[in-house]
């Protein structure tokens, strides 16, 4: 598989997980969620969840399975968060490696073609779903109102890279991110 097909998204949001609605994931036949926690369910300095991202939760949850895979190797953090949320997880999981997303799936006894890799980098995230052939989806990284985006430099620079290598990600969504002023 060529790296612009590794790095494609399936879909691209333009905008944070709260706007993945139950209606897109019925509408992909989507039975599971791995979902990326650092910058795609919290701001990466958080430990605490959102009301607006506990509610999704607890719609979401209604049709379909959920798990967090975190590369973040602070087990204390995303256990925290996982609890506040009661979805299981896996810390430390080394995406682009995909060892960890394939226990997630497994444990939730779902064909790897209905579950989607949910998360806000390419060269982790979409990279390590589309590599054990998940559905993948890339959302914009969700914040404080005011809070600074460390990432968001690594993040153009995936976006650029991605489409140099011939990933077709919409520009929409390129211009979404802070510092972007196409």
């Known amino acids: 598989m060529s790296w612009g097909k ?5 879909l691209v949001l333009g905008n944070s997980i709260l706007s993945l609605t139950s209606g897109i994931i019925q509408k992909n036949q989507i039975k599971g969620l791995v979902l990326d926690v650092d910058d795609t ?6 430990s605490n969840t ?4 506990s509610e999704w939760v607890e719609e979401i949850r209604t049709i379909t399975s959920l798990w ?3 590369n973040n190797l602070s087990q204390y953090r995303i256990s925290r968060i996982a609890e506040s ?8 999981a080394g995406k682009p490696s995909r060892r960890k997303l394939k226990k997630a799936v497994d444990a939730m006894n779902l064909p790897v ?4 890799m949910v998360g806000d980098r390419l060269f982790t995230d979409v990279l390590a779903g589309n590599r054990l052939g998940m559905f993948t989806i890339l959302v914009e990284p969700i914040s404080n109102i005011g809070s600074e985006f460390p990432n968001y430099g ?5 976006i650029r890279v991605s489409q140099l290598l011939g990933a077709s990600l919409s520009m929409s969504a390129y211009r979404l991110m802070p510092g972007n002023k196409k």
């Open 6 to 10: 590794l790095l494609q998204p399936n």
């Open 41 to 46: 369910l919290v701001p990466i300095r958080d």
């Open 50 to 53: 959102s009301p607006e991202l």
């Open 68 to 70: 967090l895979v975190s």
């Open 85 to 92: 949320l009661n979805i299981p997880y896996i810390a430390g």
């Open 113 to 116: 073609e209905q579950v989607a």
């Open 154 to 158: 690594v993040r153009s620079f995936e």
